[in-house]
């Protein structure tokens, strides 16, 4: 490079570390020179390919600190396969609002029905939204919580569960919870009460909870905060990941359900 005026835009660039706007300088102002846009159509289309890489890296950032399970996105939802699932409603959902209101989005529904991959989902579009959001299994959540009680490091682990504007709990009733362990589940709902939003998942219809729990009284003050401002969701469909093994053939249809109910179980 000899030219000493694009030399120090280069040099500027990187002290602004607009990395995207100096890999393009050159081929741009060759295109610029043939082309000869308006100056500021010019540098419009610069700073638009700058903003497009800074945004592509804080989403992927942003979705490797959510620690979400995998990277499923509303648009692959087989909505058809669903049809008990309102596609309009999770649509709306999808937009963010209640995350913004600190409201609540609870997923209702047997194995394998797609709760978690509509939580990742919505998960994925409040990374969009720019809100932060943190994944965690209801199982490794309170035995999180039990490790900081322990250490004498609670609110320390308190503190970092009830800082993400979405929290999505995943799994709650697949492992029962001892009365200590809800105790601190609680407080944890307790403190992001009308302040920050939760995406809850659970295989267990909200009059079982207090077998979850072991404890009507914990159940009752879990439930009165989750939905007082929430939007519930009951899936009534069958299991996409046995929709996938009856065309593998892996499955008989048909009356012969026998292998149906075991994979169900063992689910």
Excluded at 68 to 95: M, N, R, W
Excluded at 188 to 215: H, K
Aim: glycine share 6%; charged share 25%.
């Amino acid at each position: 490079m000899d030219n000493p005026l694009l030399e120090r835009l280069n040099e500027n660039l990187r002290a602004l570390k607009l990395h995207r706007v100096r890999e393009r300088l050159e081929a741009e102002l060759e295109n610029a020179g043939r082309d000869m846009p308006p100056y500021a159509e010019f540098l419009s289309k610069l700073l638009d390919d700058e903003l497009a890489v800074k945004l592509e890296k804080q989403t992927s950032l942003s979705t490797s600190l959510a620690k979400l399970p995998y990277v499923k996105t509303l648009e692959a939802f087989d909505f058809g396969f669903q049809p008990s699932v309102d596609a309009k409603q999770i649509k709306e959902l999808a937009a963010c609002l209640f995350v913004g209101r600190a409201e609540n989005v609870i997923f209702l529904g047997p194995p394998g029905t797609g709760k978690t991959h509509l939580a990742v989902a919505l998960g994925l579009k409040a990374i969009a939204h720019k809100y932060r959001v943190l994944f965690v299994s209801a199982a490794a959540l309170v035995a999180s919580l039990n490790k900081a009680y322990s250490e004498n490091k609670l609110e320390e682990k308190l503190k970092q569960y009830c800082m993400p504007r979405l929290l999505i709990i995943d799994e709650i009733g697949y492992v029962p919870v001892d009365t200590h362990g809800a105790h601190l589940l609680f407080q944890i709902i307790s403190r992001r009460y009308e302040r920050g939003s939760i995406v809850l998942t659970s295989n267990r219809g909200f009059g079982q909870w207090d077998e979850i729990f072991g404890d009507a009284i914990i159940a009752t003050a879990i439930l009165d905060r989750l939905l007082h401002h929430s939007t519930v969701i009951n899936i009534k469909g069958d299991s996409f990941r046995l929709k996938e093994k009856k065309r593998a053939g892996l499955l008989k249809s048909g009356n012969d359900n026998n292998g149906l109910d075991l994979i169900s179980k063992a689910m």
